[in-house]
């Protein structure tokens, strides 16, 4: 079974530019999560998806992030203008539906390394 | 809301010698927690997770954690340190209600000694 995918790996941008990122979850998992892990620190949600509608984006810095997750599937996390905190890891993971009866484990992608000059 | 705290960011531990990494949680309701491992320029993989079932898990490569309500407690252990254990560490935790989304701690970086 393929596990989660993110692309780029890593990227470098300068300040006030935009940048985007891709993952693509486990094939049949309805949940997907974006979360940041600044460096030293632990990974913190971003938004929540429940196929393609959002269930919880109350920590995503609205003003400048956006995400979206059309036809349920992939999804790509948007920054616009980056800032100089913005650098960090940004994680990708997904789970099966909580509704399938089973313990929806996450499983997270490698991740994107977003370095802000 | 949930929160979890994991005592220690570096521990060092000699090959073949015990370890041990804490991780204390805080919940209004019946928590569900987690050992995730992140090795470098990698993402996180799952170690183990408490589901309200036996309070002791056991995990992947050797790892248990055992979950103690009275001391809100889920630390991580291993009789027998590997080099290849020498990665960071997540605890988190999760309620069945609501937000799904995991809480993670601040990670605590293992480090084996040959």
């Not at chain 1, 941008?13 to 693509?24: G, L, T």
């Not at chain 1, 997907?32 to 429940?50: C, E, M, N």
């Not at chain 1, 509608?53 to 999804?75: I, M, N, T």
């Not at chain 2, 000699?14 to 320029?41: D, H, M, T």
Request: a positive charge; one cysteine or more; glycine letters at 8%.
């Amino acid at each position: 079974e393929a596990g989660v995918a993110q692309s780029p790996r890593y990227k470098i941008i300068e300040k006030r530019q935009s940048v985007a990122f891709w993952c693509n979850p486990i094939s049949g998992h309805a949940t997907l999560y974006w979360y940041q892990q600044i460096l030293g620190q632990g990974p913190k949600l971003l938004i929540q998806f429940q196929n393609n509608g959002v269930v919880d984006d109350s920590q995503l810095p609205k003003d400048r992030f956006s995400a979206e997750r059309l036809k349920g599937v992939d999804s790509t996390l948007k920054i616009q203008p980056a800032k100089l905190e913005d650098s960090a890891v940004y994680l990708c993971a997904s789970s099966l539906d909580p509704g399938t009866g089973g313990f929806e484990t996450q499983y997270f992608g490698p991740g994107t390394r977003l370095l802000v000059l | 809301a949930q929160s979890v705290t994991q005592l220690g960011s570096h521990v060092s531990v000699s090959e073949g010698a015990l370890v041990l990494l804490r991780c204390n949680y805080s919940s209004s309701v019946p928590p569900y927690l987690f050992w995730y491992v992140q090795y470098p320029n990698q993402g996180l993989q799952l170690l183990l997770k408490y589901t309200s079932a036996a309070t002791l898990v056991k995990g992947i490569n050797g790892f248990e954690a055992e979950f103690k309500k009275s001391e809100t407690s889920f630390h991580l252990t291993k009789p027998s340190a590997h080099m290849s254990d020498a990665a960071e560490y997540f605890c988190a935790v999760r309620v069945d209600t609501g937000r799904r989304a995991l809480t993670f701690g601040s990670g605590t970086r293992l480090q084996v000694q040959p």
